[in-house]
């Protein structure tokens, strides 16, 4: 097992050495991306929380610990009555988001994530921390994606701890895809990581920083793609036959924050984004991702250097990228929400 330009190769049948990849350093050129059509996706998203909450499993929880400290809980689900949603026809999507272009043949993406707890106006509003893994059209009914992160929803959860999550879907979230376990779809593998756990414990202003490396990578023999979560454990699988576009490749990987924003009295949402704290705020303060990554066409681990940055409106949220030795590619984001400049 040898490296190319200082990239080291996945063993193409050996999965529980997936995780290796954690520990290299890596290289790549990534380009940027039109997103002209990202807002018709973002109400196609709005549809897809609505179907989701009206047939919402509402977790009870028993709490284990880990082996390194984390707090994990074991989700077991009762049914619950949906809440009704008259505002939803005003909600909005809202991201702050780094992302690559559609140039290449992409087989995963990396990233370490930073931890928060975010406050949440309303029930029916979430925040979320996430990678997504994209193929297909943003102004068709095709795109596929793969998304997995930490997201707060008192809705879909119960309560407002940050917990891991899964999604996906194959038709831009029209029909088919669902949360974690709540669908047939994502096939978990290892029973000591729950999908839907809460995660403790979080970052705090101004002290102790947390996060998660969150890794989804393609099985270049079987065409599964796999979620990989910290440093060595292998959480479940994502089946091909699951997709279209992504049973081959993806064309694009998306990195950070998403919150709904449902307007109510009119005004901008104050859930926060991360820690609730703008970009420029800087570590200890504001989130961050860290150690940006992609896998690419020779099924190499690689850092990805030239991305691009969306945010809706950086008075709301924003995110600022840079580049170091440490943390590779990486970026601050986040926000308040509704403040004097955010009305």
Same mark, same amino acid.
């Given at each position: 097992?040898?490296?190319?330009?200082?990239? *080291?190769?996945?063993?193409?049948?050996?999965?529980?050495?997936?995780?290796?990849?954690?520990?290299?350093?890596?290289?790549?050129?990534?380009?940027?991306?039109?997103?002209?059509?990202?807002?018709?996706?973002?109400?196609?998203?709005?549809?897809?929380?609505?179907?989701?909450?009206?047939?919402?499993?509402? $977790?009870?929880?028993?709490?284990?610990?880990?082996?390194?400290?984390?707090?994990?809980?074991?989700?077991?689900?009762? *049914?619950?009555?949906?809440?009704?949603?008259?505002?939803?026809?005003?909600?909005?999507?809202?991201?702050?988001?780094?992302?690559?272009?559609?140039?290449?043949?992409?087989?995963?993406?990396?990233?370490?994530?930073?931890?928060?707890? $975010?406050?949440?106006?309303?029930?029916?509003?979430?925040?979320?921390?996430?990678?997504?893994?994209?193929?297909?059209?943003?102004?068709?009914?095709?795109?596929?994606?793969?998304?997995?992160?930490?997201?707060?929803? $008192?809705?879909?959860?119960?309560?407002?701890?940050?917990?891991?999550?899964?999604?996906?879907?194959?038709?831009?979230?029209?029909?088919?895809?669902?949360?974690?376990?709540?669908?047939?779809?994502?096939?978990?593998?290892?029973?000591?990581?729950?999908?839907?756990?809460?995660?403790?414990?979080?970052?705090?202003?101004?002290?102790?920083?947390?996060?998660?490396?969150?890794?989804?990578?393609?099985?270049? *023999?079987?065409?599964?793609?796999?979620?990989?979560?910290?440093?060595?454990?292998?959480?479940?699988?994502?089946?091909?036959?699951?997709?279209?576009?992504?049973?081959?490749?993806?064309?694009?990987?998306?990195?950070?924050?998403?919150?709904?924003?449902?307007?109510?009295?009119?005004?901008?949402?104050?859930?926060?984004?991360?820690?609730?704290?703008?970009?420029?705020?800087?570590?200890?303060?504001?989130?961050?991702?860290?150690?940006?990554?992609?896998?690419?066409?020779?099924?190499?681990?690689?850092?990805?250097?030239?991305?691009?940055?969306?945010?809706?409106?950086?008075?709301?949220?924003?995110?600022?990228?840079?580049?170091?030795?440490?943390?590779?590619?990486?970026?601050?984001?986040?926000?308040?929400? *509704?403040?004097?400049?955010?009305?």
């Amino acid at each position: 097992m040898g490296s190319v330009e200082r990239k *080291k190769r996945f063993p193409a049948l050996l999965l529980p050495l997936v995780l290796a990849l954690l520990f290299l350093e890596r290289f790549t050129v990534i380009y940027g991306l039109n997103y002209t059509n990202y807002r018709q996706v973002s109400s196609l998203r709005l549809k897809r929380i609505q179907r989701h909450l009206d047939k919402i499993n509402k $977790p009870a929880v028993m709490t284990i610990e880990s082996s390194d400290g984390d707090i994990i809980d074991c989700v077991h689900k009762r *049914k619950q009555p949906a809440l009704d949603h008259p505002l939803l026809k005003n909600h909005k999507i809202q991201h702050a988001i780094a992302y690559t272009g559609t140039s290449q043949e992409l087989y995963g993406a990396k990233a370490t994530i930073n931890v928060w707890d $975010p406050s949440i106006q309303l029930v029916n509003e979430f925040s979320l921390s996430q990678i997504w893994v994209l193929s297909g059209s943003f102004d068709g009914s095709d795109l596929n994606s793969i998304e997995a992160g930490w997201q707060v929803s $008192p809705e879909l959860y119960g309560d407002s701890r940050p917990r891991l999550f899964t999604y996906w879907t194959s038709d831009s979230y029209q029909a088919t895809g669902c949360y974690n376990l709540l669908c047939a779809g994502f096939v978990q593998s290892n029973s000591r990581i729950a999908i839907g756990a809460a995660i403790s414990p979080v970052s705090s202003y101004a002290g102790n920083q947390y996060d998660i490396t969150i890794l989804i990578w393609k099985d270049p *023999k079987l065409g599964n793609w796999w979620m990989g979560f910290s440093d060595n454990t292998l959480v479940g699988y994502w089946p091909a036959e699951l997709f279209t576009h992504l049973a081959d490749h993806a064309t694009m990987v998306e990195w950070g924050g998403e919150v709904v924003n449902s307007r109510a009295n009119g005004q901008h949402t104050s859930t926060q984004m991360g820690s609730g704290h703008f970009a420029e705020d800087g570590f200890g303060k504001a989130s961050y991702f860290r150690n940006l990554e992609i896998v690419d066409s020779d099924n190499s681990l690689s850092s990805a250097q030239a991305i691009s940055i969306l945010a809706e409106n950086t008075n709301c949220y924003n995110i600022k990228s840079s580049n170091n030795n440490e943390w590779g590619t990486y970026f601050y984001y986040g926000g308040p929400g *509704k403040n004097p400049q955010c009305p």
